[in-house]
């Protein structure tokens, strides 16, 4: 009885899945960064190829 008690009141687990749903929040957002500045990049770089002829 003790130990469904004490299963019932550890909040390791959750901390645990918190830390997992921030990380995968940063990895989204990194992911989307990277995205939008690698658009801009390719678009300079038609720019200039473009210039140079």
């Not at 008690?5 to 830390?19: K, P, Q, S, V, W």
């Not at 989204?28 to 678009?43: D, E, Q, R, T, Y």
Request: glycine share 14%; hydrophobic share 55%.
């Amino acid at each position: 009885m003790r130990s469904l008690d004490r299963f019932f009141r550890d909040e390791d687990g959750g901390t645990l899945i918190e830390y997992a749903f921030l990380a995968s929040l940063i990895g989204l957002a990194a992911v989307a960064a990277m995205s939008a500045v690698g658009g801009a990049i390719a678009v300079k770089l038609g720019q200039i190829a473009t210039t140079l002829g």
